[in-house]
């Protein structure tokens, strides 16, 4: 892989990884295009992308920073007062609370990820009918949430149960397509959150599942589509530059707009895609 393949790769992961139009198809379109992408050892890009997400994570790190020391402080302090019984600062339980729903909506695709951890990393989920019939399946799912989700509630107002269905929608996202922002933020609005809401808790619900699976795959990608340590590290930071711009974008845009631009672009691309197929001008593979 050269120097100008990383960068742009890192860009693509930055741009896509928190709108939802799915960064793993767009990552997957360009590695085929650029001949990035070893068709006898899928495992590799699986791993390479994993780790270059850690450049996204430390843009969401740093995005919700504020937050994320509130969650922890809130979460800590909270909890131990509880346990020992003493007075409780009131203030704190919000913070508490919503550091039991991002562990708790962590749990499914922990559960799923490592039970079907071969078969997402194996040839299926390069195959880019699975790509196409996600990206077309989203799409259509997204305008129904659109169409049928209240959007009253909030962050202060985030249940247990909404930490559920979210978190049992990010499992979809290991599908190539998908979008593991667009499934989470489809199952906020399901749930009744407003858009803004399902997106910042999507986004604080990507720290876990997406440093696990980094980190996770570390080794692996050191060895994955001939990317070095310089490489590697370029297309990671590039990422995390462009993510952290992505970030600041979708938040600003869905406090006054509807996510069907997104569904919109989902549909073109994969009707593109599906017309490509059909035609046999390019391969599943």
Same mark, same amino acid.
């Given at each position: 892989?050269?120097?100008?393949?990383?960068i742009i790769l890192g860009?693509?992961?930055?741009?896509?990884?928190?709108?939802?139009?799915?960064?793993?198809?767009?990552?997957?379109?360009?590695?085929?295009?650029?001949?990035?992408?070893?068709?006898?050892?899928?495992?590799?890009?699986?791993?390479?992308?994993?780790?270059?997400q850690l450049g996204t994570?430390?843009?969401?790190?740093?995005?919700?920073?504020?937050?994320?020391?509130?969650?922890?402080?809130?979460?800590?302090?909270?909890?131990?007062?509880?346990?020992?019984?003493?007075?409780?600062?009131?203030?704190?339980? *919000?913070?508490?609370?919503? %550091? $039991? &729903?991002?562990?708790?909506?962590?749990?499914? !695709?922990?559960? +799923?990820?490592?039970?079907?951890?071969?078969?997402?990393?194996?040839?299926?989920?390069?195959?880019?009918?699975?790509?196409?019939?996600?990206?077309?399946?989203?799409?259509?799912?997204?305008?129904?949430?659109?169409?049928?989700?209240?959007?009253?509630?909030?962050?202060?107002?985030?249940?247990?149960?909404?930490?559920?269905?979210?978190?049992?929608?990010?499992?979809?996202?290991?599908?190539?397509?998908?979008?593991?922002?667009?499934?989470?933020?489809?199952?906020?609005?399901?749930?009744?959150?407003?858009?803004?809401?399902?997106?910042?808790?999507?986004?604080?619900?990507?720290?876990?599942?997406?440093?696990?699976?980094?980190?996770?795959?570390?080794?692996?990608?050191? *060895?994955?589509?001939?990317? %070095? $340590? &310089?490489?590697?590290?370029?297309?990671?930071? !590039?990422?995390? +530059?462009?993510?952290?711009?992505?970030?600041?974008?979708?938040?600003?845009?869905?406090?006054?707009?509807?996510?069907?631009?997104?569904?919109?672009?989902?549909?073109?691309?994969?009707?593109?895609?599906?017309?490509?197929?059909?035609?046999?001008?390019?391969?599943?593979?």
């Amino acid at each position: 892989m050269s120097i100008w393949q990383a960068i742009i790769l890192g860009i693509v992961q930055g741009l896509t990884e928190f709108i939802p139009i799915s960064s793993t198809a767009h990552l997957t379109l360009a590695g085929k295009l650029m001949g990035s992408i070893n068709p006898d050892q899928p495992e590799q890009w699986t791993a390479f992308i994993a780790v270059i997400q850690l450049g996204t994570l430390v843009a969401v790190i740093l995005y919700f920073l504020p937050d994320l020391f509130m969650i922890v402080r809130g979460f800590v302090s909270y909890n131990l007062d509880l346990i020992t019984r003493k007075r409780t600062d009131r203030g704190e339980k *919000h913070w508490a609370w919503l %550091g $039991w &729903l991002i562990i708790v909506g962590t749990i499914p !695709v922990g559960l +799923v990820g490592l039970l079907f951890r071969h078969t997402i990393e194996g040839k299926l989920t390069k195959n880019l009918w699975v790509i196409t019939c996600s990206m077309l399946g989203l799409a259509i799912v997204l305008t129904i949430a659109e169409i049928v989700g209240r959007r009253q509630r909030d962050m202060e107002q985030l249940k247990m149960s909404d930490a559920i269905i979210i978190g049992v929608a990010q499992c979809f996202a290991l599908m190539p397509g998908s979008s593991r922002s667009g499934t989470t933020i489809t199952g906020g609005l399901f749930s009744g959150l407003t858009r803004e809401a399902a997106a910042r808790y999507s986004f604080l619900l990507s720290i876990p599942a997406v440093g696990a699976s980094g980190l996770l795959e570390l080794p692996k990608a050191l *060895h994955s589509v001939h990317a %070095g $340590w &310089l490489q590697l590290t370029i297309a990671t930071v !590039v990422s995390g +530059v462009f993510g952290y711009a992505s970030i600041a974008f979708l938040l600003r845009y869905l406090q006054r707009h509807t996510t069907y631009l997104f569904v919109g672009y989902r549909l073109g691309l994969g009707l593109v895609l599906l017309v490509l197929l059909v035609s046999g001008k390019v391969g599943a593979y």
